[in-house]
């Protein structure tokens, strides 16, 4: 895989009339597995909605390989997997119509095969024909998990993706994650949970916490 960057420079968030951090500058690079840390509320979803393009921080920017994500957003979406709160899956489709809109969209491992494999992997083998909306929060969330097994893109960026995941459903996927960064990709996420890898790099947002002497 070829040798990736995610930098952000001087960065600084506001939402509402609330500071939250300010002046963090960090830079990943292939290899790395990331968690973001830091007390409920302190802005942890925040920075990943920016380092995803999906919020504007108030000061600071963020580039990958070199390109300011938000002049540069078509190049950056083709190799960012984004799985947010809410877990982007279309609820009148089926888990298995779910992931095959998402490989035809998506820069994604394709056939039947691997899709029925990424099905496996997050326990959804005979849930397969059931539309999302009748299918649990837990199990929606699977579904949109699935995805991590089916996509080729470089950077995920993960914002709690063990919520109502067992703990060998933890184990397994944190082994994705190191494989994953192990072929040179970039992991980046949060999680309340402990996360039992070796591997992990942590960020903690307290660190860089605004302490209102910034113009
Ligand atoms: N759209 C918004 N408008 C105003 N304030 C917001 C908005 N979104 C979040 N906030 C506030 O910004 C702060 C940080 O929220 P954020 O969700 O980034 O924190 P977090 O560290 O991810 O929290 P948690 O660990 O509870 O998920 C919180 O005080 C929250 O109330």
């Not at 070199?66 to 899956?89: A, D, F």
């Amino acid at each position: 895989m070829f040798n990736n960057l995610l930098q952000i420079e001087q960065l600084s968030c506001q939402r509402g009339d609330k500071r939250l951090f300010s002046d963090l500058s960090l830079t990943w690079q292939s290899g790395d597995f990331v968690q973001i840390k830091g007390h409920n509320g302190i802005g942890k979803t925040s920075l990943l909605r920016i380092l995803v393009g999906l919020a504007q921080p108030l000061k600071g920017e963020v580039r990958w390989n070199n390109l300011e994500i938000t002049k540069n957003r078509e190049e950056y979406y083709q190799h960012l997997l984004y799985l947010g709160h809410y877990s982007g899956i279309k609820p009148e489709l089926t888990a298995w119509e779910n992931l095959q809109f998402y490989q035809k969209i998506s820069h994604c491992k394709q056939g039947d095969d691997i899709l029925w494999d990424s099905l496996a992997k997050v326990g959804l083998i005979g849930k397969e024909d059931i539309v999302a909306s009748q299918l649990s929060a837990g199990q929606q969330k699977r579904i949109a998990l699935a995805r991590l097994w089916l996509t080729k893109v470089p950077l995920w960026i993960l914002d709690e993706p063990f919520n109502a995941i067992d703990k060998n459903g933890v184990a397994e996927l944190t082994a994705l994650f190191e494989k994953q960064t192990q072929a040179g990709g970039i992991v980046i996420l949060t999680s309340h949970q402990e996360v039992p890898s070796q591997l992990l790099k942590s960020v903690q947002l307290e660190n860089f916490q605004y302490l209102g002497d910034e113009q």
